[in-house]
């Protein structure tokens, strides 16, 4: 968790991948498919939900069994996990110049957790639609959830929007209800960390509860997310692997103990939001609209 983010979990994976062979390099001279395969195997067990985690170290793998007998492998490998980091950052321009088009003047736009330079190789997908609608010259405000129990709303994301001058205003997770219930936001954007070919999508822990909610008071919610995002191999959210993490994570912030010490805690790190709760997926290859199934599976043609 020193990065976080889908897309940058992947990216800094495929460094990761580089820094492995360069290592191996170093001490024998020779770098095998069976050290390439080690040194995934290390990388892909840190975050279980994101599926831009495998799909760098696929790649990965793929240009190392493409190139394995050339004696600069390791620059081979770094100039991969250079072009995967600078396409994530043209993917996440292009994603947001068409997002912004589904944002009118005067929006009050939701969002949740952090889903933007600090999440990507820069510039962010949720708040990427965000910044390009700001940039745009449309009047919009943002309310970001603080996201508890590892505050990325609270700390990333509305640092980064200050840093842009955008309009926005911190609340806690448990608010949501209460003020979509008073129309008191107009859209909802969030990010994924993986979408499954029918269209359901992990996203950090509350985005659930957010659908729902919006779903209810007719708020259109919208994914912003690369096509790196989506699982090609896997056909609805039920086979979505949910990360779960230490329990103290939530009984202490900032080290700062919040209850009783020995008390049980769980802390689920991802939910599943049924697609039927999705308005529409934004990625670099446009708006995704129903059917999702259809047009997801175009994603990969
Ligand atoms: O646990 P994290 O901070 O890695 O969770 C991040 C999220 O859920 C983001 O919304 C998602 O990865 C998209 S980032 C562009």
């Not at 080690?38 to 990388?43: A, K, N, P, S, V």
């Not at 490998?77 to 043209?90: C, F, K, P, Q």
């Not at 219930?181 to 979408?195: P, Q």
């Not at 529409?280 to 609209?289: A, C, P, Y």
Request: glycine share 8%; charged share 20%; hydrophobic share 40%.
């Amino acid at each position: 968790m020193t990065v976080r983010g889908a897309p940058l979990i992947g990216i800094v994976a495929a460094y990761g991948v580089a820094l492995g062979a360069k290592e191996i390099m170093a001490s024998k001279a020779r770098c095998t498919p069976a050290d390439i395969n080690h040194i995934c195997l290390g990388l892909q067990e840190t975050r279980p939900t994101a599926v831009n985690l495998t799909w760098a170290l696929e790649r990965m793998k793929a240009v190392f069994n493409a190139h394995k007998e050339v004696p600069n492998i390791v620059d081979v490998l770094t100039n991969e996990a250079i072009s995967i980091h600078v396409e994530d950052v043209e993917n996440n321009r292009m994603l947001s110049l068409y997002g912004a088009e589904l944002i009118d003047d005067g929006d009050t736009i939701l969002t949740h957790c952090n889903a933007g330079a600090l999440a990507t190789g820069g510039y962010g997908t949720a708040l990427g639609v965000i910044r390009a609608a700001h940039e745009s010259g449309k009047k919009i405000r943002v309310i970001a959830t603080e996201t508890r129990p590892y505050m990325q709303g609270a700390r990333l994301t509305v640092w980064e929007l200050i840093q842009e001058g955008i309009d926005v205003e911190l609340i806690p997770d448990n608010h949501v209800g209460f003020i979509s219930s008073n129309k008191g936001f107009s859209k909802v954007i969030v990010g994924a960390d993986r979408v499954a070919l029918n269209g359901d999508t992990a996203n950090k822990i509350g985005t659930y509860m957010i659908a729902l909610c919006a779903h209810k008071h007719q708020i259109p919610l919208y994914v912003a997310a690369p096509v790196s995002t989506f699982d090609r191999y896997i056909k609805n959210g039920a086979y979505i692997p949910i990360e779960e993490r230490d329990g103290r994570e939530v009984k202490y912030l900032h080290g700062k103990l919040l209850t009783v010490r020995d008390v049980k805690a769980c802390y689920y790190s991802f939910d599943v939001t049924p697609a039927r709760y999705i308005t529409h997926f934004i990625t670099e290859k446009g708006v995704i609209e129903r059917p999702f199934k259809k047009y997801i599976k175009m994603l990969f043609s």
